[in-house]
C-alpha cells in the first residue's frame, strides 16, 4: 500500500530544510572565505600610496631637525604609515617606506624631544633598529589608537611575499614615476 501523505508531508519538509540549511552554510561560508582573503588580508594595499614623510626624512642630514615639523603628532603619523608595509589590515591611508635610515632618525628625533609618551617611541624603534617586528601589528594598533582609529585596525603581521609585494607596488611605482 504506500506511505501514509502524512509521512510524505513530513519527509518533503525534512529535505527542503535539509537543501535549505546546506545552501545557506555553503553561502555562509564562501563568504567568510572571501572576506579573509580580500578584507582581513589586506587587499586594498595596491591604493595605497606613499606620502612625503619618506622624503623629509631622507633630506634630514646630521643634526637639521626641523622640530617645528618633527612634532610628536608628525612622529606617530609617520611610524603609523611606517607599519602599513609591515601588517594586514582592512584599511590603510598612506604609507612610508620602512628603511635602517629612517628608523633611525627618527629615534634621533624622538630621542631629543620631550614628547610625553617617548618612552613608548623609543622601545618600538629600538625594536625596530634592532630588525624586531615580531609584534610590529602592536605597534600599529598602538598608533592606530592613538589617533583614535575606527576602520583598519591591524589584524596580523604579513608574510615575507606578501610584504615585498607591498613595498613593489607601493614605493616602486612612486620611485618610477618620480624619475620620468
Known amino acids: 500500500m504506500g506511505e501514509p501523505k502524512n509521512t510524505k508531508k513530513k519527509r518533503s519538509k525534512w529535505m527542503k530544510y535539509s537543501i535549505g540549511l546546506v545552501v545557506l552554510l555553503v553561502v555562509v561560508s564562501g563568504s567568510i572565505g572571501f ?15 606613499e606620502t612625503k614623510e619618506g622624503e623629509v626624512l631622507d633630506e634630514m642630514v646630521g643634526d637639521s ?43 634621533e628625533v624622538v630621542k631629543n624631544s620631550s614628547f610625553s609618551n617617548k618612552d613608548i617611541l623609543i622601545s618600538i624603534l629600538d625594536k625596530w633598529k634592532a630588525g624586531d617586528f615580531n609584534s610590529v601589528d602592536e605597534d600599529h594598533n598602538y598608533f592606530w589608537q592613538y589617533q583614535d582609529g575606527t576602520v583598519g585596525k591591524a589584524t596580523g603581521i604579513m608574510s615575507e611575499e606578501d610584504e615585498q609585494s607591498f613595498i613593489e607596488s607601493t614605493f616602486e611605482l612612486y620611485k618610477k614615476d618620480a624619475k620620468e
Do not use: C
Not at 572576506?35 to 600610496?49: C, E
Open 65 to 107: 631637525i626641523d622640530y617645528s615639523y618633527w612634532n610628536k603628532d608628525k612622529v606617530i603619523t609617520t611610524m603609523h604609515k611606517m607599519t602599513h608595509q609591515k601588517v594586514y589590515a582592512t584599511d590603510k591611508w598612506g604609507a612610508v617606506q620602512m628603511t635602517e635610515d629612517r628608523v633611525e632618525k627618527l629615534y
Open 35 to 49: 572576506y579573509m582573503h580580500y578584507m582581513v588580508k589586506g587587499s586594498n594595499d595596491a591604493f595605497v600610496a
